[in-house]
């Protein structure tokens, strides 16, 4: 448990933490499940910047920016990066969708994540990112203004990361060898993930300031949204990577926030 916690921490989170001291397919998969967990420090983080600009009198706007730019720098900017590169990735691999044959389709999946390895951002990753961010900021913002934005903050960041065990769940395979992807694919028990999920859920529901069934609501349409970015990169890309992962956090807080944002 020790280890998967660490580990957890250490991928999802800029926190200091010692490295585990050996990582297998079941501490992986530990440590999806305990995401929500692990992003506790990066929902106190932003809370903090919340409750701050409430006690200042900032504008709704520029707390609500300032919060998701702390939770950026909380994760070294990691799930927009992946966001940023599997909207290029996928941008890439419609192209395999039209080619004529089974050959041609994984050419142009292979350059579909060899573009998504190298990082570099293109115009359709450059656009879904400034998309995100701005909607991002608008549905925090609304919360913020709506007189729940501390509840809303902190549920956005753990309905984001309690997505992730889905995305490990065994079935779903890894999109290629090697990377944090093929590390901890298909390790989540369904079970367990499913059960996580509804725990993040239940506990959405006692979030003060808001109707009982808001938060639930934002987690579950949070996993349902992210759900279909996963299966579309799932049948584009053949599989989960990191980028893969890092881009559904970020869809499922955006979910999250949106549904919490009067």
Request: aromatic share 2%; glycine share 12%; hydrophobic share 55%.
């Amino acid at each position: 448990m020790r280890d998967a916690l660490r580990m957890a921490a250490g991928t999802l989170t800029a926190l200091p933490v010692p490295a585990p001291r050996a990582v297998d397919r079941r501490v992986a998969g530990t440590a999806m499940l305990l995401a929500p967990v692990a992003a506790i420090p990066l929902a106190a983080l932003a809370l903090g910047v919340v409750l701050l600009g409430d006690l200042t009198g900032l504008p709704a706007l520029v707390t609500a920016a300032l919060a998701i730019g702390a939770v950026a720098l909380g994760t070294r900017g990691l799930h927009l990066d992946g966001l940023t590169d599997t909207a290029d990735g996928l941008a890439a691999a419609a192209k395999a969708a039209l080619a004529p044959t089974a050959d041609a389709r994984t050419a142009h999946r292979e350059r579909a994540l060899e573009i998504m390895r190298r990082g570099d951002s293109g115009p359709a990753g450059i656009a879904t990112l400034v998309l995100v961010l701005l909607v991002q900021c608008a549905a925090l913002a609304g919360a913020v203004a709506a007189g729940h934005g501390p509840a809303a903050v902190v549920l956005g960041v753990l309905a984001g990361r309690a997505m992730l065990p889905l995305c490990c769940a065994r079935g779903i395979p890894s999109a290629r060898p090697g990377g944090l992807g093929d590390a901890v694919a298909g390790t989540a028990s369904i079970p367990w993930a499913c059960a996580g999920l509804l725990v993040v859920a239940g506990l959405s529901a006692l979030a003060p300031g808001l109707p009982w069934w808001q938060g639930p609501a934002a987690v579950l349409g949070a996993c349902a949204i992210a759900g279909v970015l996963l299966a579309r990169c799932v049948r584009r890309l053949g599989g989960i990577t990191g980028d893969v992962l890092g881009a559904c956090v970020e869809t499922a807080t955006t979910t999250a926030w949106l549904v919490l944002s009067t």
